[in-house]
């Protein structure tokens, strides 16, 4: 079944030579790879796993898990892609200003990736680089603007299809 997964748990006492050791919950999830996902030679899975110490259902934990990963991910993002580890003073207002602002970019961001290119998450540190610094020109003849963009440049189609999706929105009443 594609897009399945199998969950395994088992205990695990880390440390047990020690007095005070005690048993954790040791959870492992396999999945099929996804086409373009980088793994070693011959793995036929990949494999994520963590330790917990929480009660209930193992796979609730599991999906849990994952939640708590996508989470993790856009702290990263908002850290490394709009410049959040960056603050640029001592002064608490400035750097409120600053978290508004890349906060505002951020979420921009994703939503124009999320609506416009209709793909999984793309980093913003990916369409910062291939989307938003784009270089083109704008030319205007007969009162019509005309966005003229690089010859052979590899993401043109998806660009022009994700602007053709955002100006399909319709506008606020």
């Known amino acids: 079944m594609e897009g399945a997964a199998d969950v395994a748990e088992t205990a ?8 005070d050791a005690t048993a954790v919950r040791f959870i492992v999830r396999r999945v099929k790879p996804t086409p373009g996902s980088q793994l070693a030679l ?3 899975y990949s494999y994520h796993a963590f330790i917990t110490d929480r009660d209930g259902d193992t796979l609730d934990l599991e999906a849990d898990h994952r939640r708590h990963a996508e989470i993790e991910n856009a702290i990263r993002d908002l850290k ?7 603050l640029p003073s001592g002064r608490f207002p400035a750097n409120a200003a600053w978290l ?9 961001a994703r939503w124009t990736g999320r609506i416009g290119l209709v793909e999984p998450v ?4 990916t369409l ?28 043109q189609n998806q660009f022009s299809s994700a602007l053709a999706r955002l100006r399909a929105l ?4």
């Open 122 to 125: 793309m980093t913003t540190k």
């Open 170 to 173: 319709p506008l606020p009443s």
């Open 80 to 86: 490394y892609g709009v410049g959040l580890n960056h």
């Open 42 to 44: 011959f793995a036929d």
């Open 12 to 19: 695990y006492t880390p440390f047990e030579n020690k007095p």
């Open 100 to 108: 508004a602002v890349q906060a505002l970019a951020h979420n921009l």
């Open 128 to 155: 910062r680089r291939r989307f938003f610094s784009l270089a083109g020109r704008l030319t205007r003849k007969a009162r019509r603007l005309t966005l003229h963009l690089p010859q052979g440049w590899p993401w």
